[in-house]
């Protein structure tokens, strides 16, 4: 899929931030069209039927939770990105929740944005099956046979770790709360420490420098992210 032939709609109240997405976007080459509201963004899906969309979740006539629910609900598997402020974040795991498929904080690097709507766009490409295996670094997970290896060394896991590292594959480039973690590991009858507790064992085995790592980092209040396949 060509950026020319990807549309983008932008559901922002605010005209500066949709000038900016405008221009930064439109210089990519991607066909942009804008919602100033929720109304006004339910239709334009429905007309334009757009392939991403950016969505404020501070509307001043429809809550974005709302609508992302409501899209959601009819079976619409657009990619959604949040656009959000950096203190919300009880707001970024509710949408992440409703199937929001990534966020951005304001103020916001274009090309931070950019990375995350190819992922985005990418991740729905690949949704029809999973690749036997998954390369990032030097890190490789064989998902057949379950061999996971950084480097020509074998790592050995518990079945705890390689089911959260499975799941964070599955869904690399993308950012997974702590409670979609929890009921995909755990069934969700699991506290979040449990989950912490392993994420740090995993990357003791997998990371060269645990404390600071480079394949499973941190989003703050929100979950984990797993780097991008190569």
């Known amino acids: 899929m060509t950026n020319a032939?990807?549309?983008i709609l932008i559901v922002d109240d605010e005209p500066p931030i949709r000038k900016l997405l405008r221009v930064g976007l439109g210089t990519q080459g991607y066909a942009i069209?804008?919602?100033p509201s929720g109304k006004v963004a339910m239709a334009l899906v429905k007309e334009d039927?757009?392939?991403l969309i950016l969505l404020d979740l501070g509307l001043p006539?429809?809550?974005g939770h709302d609508l992302l629910a409501a899209w959601r609900q009819e079976?619409?598997?657009?990619?959604v990105i949040i656009l959000s402020s950096r203190t919300d974040e009880a707001g970024i795991v509710g949408a992440l929740e409703l199937g929001a498929d990534d966020y951005v904080t304001k103020p916001f690097g274009m090309n931070e944005l950019a990375a995350r709507i190819r992922t985005a766009l990418r991740h729905r490409l690949q949704q029809q099956g999973e690749k036997p295996v998954f390369q990032t670094g030097e890190l490789s997970v064989d998902l057949v046979k379950r061999i996971v290896r950084v480097?020509?060394?074998?790592?050995?896991?518990?079945?705890?770790?390689?089911?959260?590292?499975?799941?964070?594959?599955q869904h690399a480039g993308k950012v997974l709360t702590h409670r979609f973690l929890l009921k995909h590991v755990w069934g969700g009858s699991a506290d979040v420490q449990y989950l912490r507790v392993y994420v740090?064992?995993?990357?003791?085995?997998?990371?060269?420098?645990?404390?600071?790592?480079q394949y499973i980092t941190t989003e703050t209040g929100v979950g984990y992210r797993l780097?991008?396949?190569d």
């Open 5 to 7: 032939a990807v549309k």
């Open 75 to 79: 079976g619409m598997q657009v990619p």
């Open 61 to 63: 006539d429809v809550a």
């Open 227 to 229: 780097r991008e396949a």
């Open 49 to 51: 039927r757009p392939d």
């Open 200 to 213: 740090r064992q995993l990357r003791q085995k997998i990371e060269k420098t645990p404390d600071e790592p």
């Open 151 to 169: 480097g020509d060394r074998e790592i050995k896991l518990s079945p705890k770790e390689y089911d959260i590292l499975r799941v964070l594959v």
């Open 33 to 35: 069209s804008e919602a």
